[in-house]
């Protein structure tokens, strides 16, 4: 275990090429990262980094044996974690980061269910409206719509992101209700202000035969979040392009009507993103495969606008 611990330090400072990151992301101190590696230098009898007061470089040798080792190690590692999780309960703190409106209407109400199962995982989430560094600010998962993944993150889809025109019965018995995308530009639209460029935006409808059409709504009201602007579309203030998923309560309670419904905006799809190492936490790993299982099984259906 003496020689894993060196490799498993070694690795760790290869990828990252410091010490101290290595050592933040293994748990130890900077100290003790350089101690394995040294160790493993002289078990091996050659030097694999160069070393200088401002960066740390792998050598010929150390980068060969990198390409060599890495995926072994992660193989072996693993390989253990899955024979130690077969013993261990899920258990501990599991801090995820997500959405208000989303995270309170489709993921709180799982929470129950979850903890019957794995009564020893304690839920420590954070409802915001941002996308986290997981890393940088220790988070075990988010979920969040379409996000760009970094190096060592990846997701699973829970549902897709598509947006339809909708308004109230009310609005739509003193409007006439649109036959095409060009029509919405002509009645009170209920715009959103993207909280990222402060912009109003503007969406690019697609039919079902996969023709498009710009769409730009006339301001009559304008909120820079999704549960606003459908809120205000049940006052029947405007027509609106509004997420499904946030839509859809008020879509089955008839407070809203779907309008052009051969028509809609793809935005993507929400997903869960993690660290994408193989040694994931049983606690993380279990919330995923049970969020995803959910959703894919009961509320994605009911997510997609074709």
Not at 20 to 28: D, F, K, V
Not at 50 to 55: A, F, K, L, N, P
Not at 159 to 167: D, G, I, N, R, S
Not at 233 to 240: E, F, H, K, R, S
Request: proline residues 6%.
């Amino acid at each position: 275990m003496e020689t894993l611990g060196n490799l498993t330090s070694f690795v760790r400072a290869a990828e990252a090429l410091n010490f101290s990151e290595a050592a933040r992301r293994l748990g130890i101190s900077a100290a003790a990262v350089s101690k394995n590696v040294a160790r493993l230098e002289s078990n091996l009898g050659t030097r694999l980094f160069h070393r200088s007061t401002r960066r740390l470089t792998l050598t010929e040798a150390g980068e060969r044996f990198y390409a060599e080792v890495a995926d072994s190690l992660d193989n072996i590692q693993a390989a253990i974690a899955r024979i130690d999780e077969a013993r261990q309960v899920p258990a501990g703190r599991l801090r995820v980061s997500l959405s208000p409106s989303f995270g309170m209407t489709y993921v709180l109400p799982l929470l129950a269910d979850f903890k019957q199962r794995y009564p020893e995982v304690v839920p420590d989430w954070h409802f915001e409206n941002r996308r986290v560094d997981l890393v940088a600010e220790g988070f075990d998962a988010a979920i969040s719509g379409a996000v760009e993944l970094v190096p060592g993150v990846v997701a699973r889809e829970l549902c897709k992101l598509h947006l339809v025109a909708v308004a109230s019965p009310a609005f739509l018995k003193a409007n006439p209700a649109p036959r095409g995308p060009d029509d919405l530009a002509g009645l009170d639209g209920i715009v959103v202000r993207s909280t990222q460029s402060g912009r109003l935006r503007s969406w690019t409808l697609q039919h079902s035969d996969g023709t498009t059409c710009d769409v730009s709504l006339k301001p009559s009201v304008i909120m820079n979040d999704p549960e606003a602007i459908c809120r205000c579309a049940v006052m029947g203030l405007g027509v609106t392009l509004a997420p499904v998923d946030c839509a859809y309560p008020w879509l089955q309670r008839g407070d809203l009507v779907r309008l052009l419904p051969d028509w809609h905006v793809d935005l993507g799809a929400v997903v869960v993103y993690y660290s994408g190492q193989k040694l994931l936490p049983s606690k993380t790993r279990v919330f995923i495969d049970f969020l995803v299982d959910h959703f894919q099984t009961q509320l994605a259906p009911q997510f997609r606008a074709v």
